[in-house]
């Protein structure tokens, strides 16, 4: 049997195994921060129960505990229990796996598949999973830290049940923690305030947790830890992020919305989380440039500037003292007046330029340059605006046969409330010019 996926430690080597795989759960009852999935009203807990498993793609963070699920999945139905990596395995692997898988199916063995980072695999190589699928002679699990409706097929989605097992949280990885100082007979060196800090740091991740755990009580019997003390033995965990994936777009989503929702603090967090985890800090300039015509607009248009000037004052001072003017940008955007009415009429405009073809612009308000131009019309009947009473002549700028349309439908926030005023008064004025043109036929 082909196994490209590290498995449990033999027992005759249990206690040099690692933290992590010592106190790996043996029943899903076991498994830490995932009740939605393994506790008595789980689903995968009630599929179990129903003896009725399907295939199923496991969705979270690292050191959730998507392989001991499977691992335990499989015991809990009597399946045989086979692993890979896509980091590792080929076509030629599979072809492997899924021959042994047959073999076993003839003598009434089925056969569960754990496939780690199954995004890995191209997408021909998950097309080679659909006909053991189909056929029965595997039941696939895989797993990924990517959001499987972009990294994987629609075919195996349709195939397959997508569970989402998430990141722990703090009362999850303290249960981790007490019962790695169980297993040990021995309590971690460390205040209160160092264990809370230890659990942060592992930013969701168990086997991370473990991993520091066990560095901890390597030491033996030394006076409890401060945080200074164990910031200083330990190096902390990077957050998750990765700046083309599913991270890094989870984590400008929600910069964009605290923006549109006026909340500075929220904003600040999240673009700190981006700079700190490495983005590019003028990917973050422009997006901000973006949301000042989009949530903003005319409300108030010193939002535009004031992203614009940070950009050239981060080009003109650097990293990290350039980074005071994002904040400053930033800051901007979450307290100005918000108005999406520049977006909602570009979308407008666009839809009727495509559905009302190529009408041309009424012949008085083309310029005539030519003798024959004239004689046409073009230009006849124009009236110059700045001629006008108030600098507002009211005229029709519309297409021939086409009635005005209204498109830009100010908010009531900011500047675009008296913008508003003025265009109320304009249509009224229009609408008196309109009759009054009508009378004169």
């Not at 629609?154 to 195939?159: N, Q, T």
């Not at 249960?175 to 790695?180: E, I």
């Not at 003390?229 to 992020?241: E, G, K, S, T």
């Not at 046409?376 to 006008?388: M, N, Q, R, S, W």
């Amino acid at each position: 049997m082909v196994d490209l996926f590290p498995s449990a430690a033999p027992a005759s080597s249990a206690a040099a195994a690692p933290l992590a795989e010592q106190l790996r759960p043996r029943t899903l009852a076991q498994v830490v921060g995932q009740d939605h999935l393994t506790g008595a009203d789980g689903a995968i807990t009630r599929m179990v129960a129903a003896g009725s498993l399907s295939s199923l793609i496991f969705w979270g963070p690292p050191g959730t505990g998507k392989t001991t699920i499977a691992r335990l999945l499989a015991d809990a139905t009597g399946m045989r229990f086979v692993a890979i990596s896509a980091v590792f395995a080929g076509v030629a692997d599979l072809k492997k796996l899924f021959a042994e898988a047959r073999e076993a199916a003839r003598a009434g063995q089925r056969t569960l598949l754990f496939v780690d980072e199954i995004h890995r695999f191209n997408r021909a190589q998950q097309d080679g999973f659909l006909g053991p699928m189909e056929d029965g002679t595997i039941t696939l699990v895989g797993a990924t830290t990517e959001n499987p409706s972009f990294e994987l097929n629609a075919a195996i989605l349709s195939r397959a049940r997508v569970l989402i097992v998430r990141r722990l949280d703090e009362a999850a990885l303290a249960d981790l923690l007490a019962r790695a100082e169980a297993h040990s007979g021995h309590a971690l060196p460390a205040t209160d305030d160092a264990r809370a800090a230890l659990i942060a740091s592992a930013d969701g991740d168990g086997r991370f947790l473990l991993g520091q755990v066990e560095s901890l009580l390597a030491l033996g019997d030394v006076p409890a830890m401060t945080p200074a003390d164990l910031a200083a033995f330990l190096h902390r965990r990077m957050p998750v992020y990765d700046k083309d994936r599913e991270g890094h777009y989870g984590l400008i989503s929600a910069l964009h919305k605290s923006l549109r929702g006026s909340d500075p603090d929220a904003a600040l967090y999240w673009m700190a989380r981006m700079l700190v985890a490495g983005e590019e800090p003028l990917y973050l300039l422009r997006r901000l440039v973006r949301f000042a015509s989009e949530d903003i607009g005319l409300a108030d248009s010193n939002a535009l500037r004031v992203c614009l000037d940070a950009k050239d004052a981060f080009d003109f001072l650097g990293s990290p003292e350039g980074e005071l003017a994002i904040v400053h940008a930033c800051l901007y955007l979450a307290t100005a007046p918000k108005s999406n009415a520049a977006y909602v009429a570009e979308k407008a405009a666009k839809k009727l330029a495509v559905s009302t073809g190529s009408l041309m612009p009424p012949a008085h308000i083309l310029n005539a340059p030519t003798k024959l131009m004239k004689e046409l019309g073009y230009g006849h009947g124009y009236a110059y605006d700045h001629d006008a009473p108030d600098g507002f002549s009211g005229q029709d700028y519309w297409p021939e046969g086409m009635a005005a349309q209204v498109l830009y439908t100010p908010s009531p926030r900011g500047t675009e409330a008296r913008i508003a005023e003025r265009l109320a008064e304009w249509a009224r004025r229009r609408e008196d010019a309109r009759r009054a043109a009508a009378r004169t036929k």
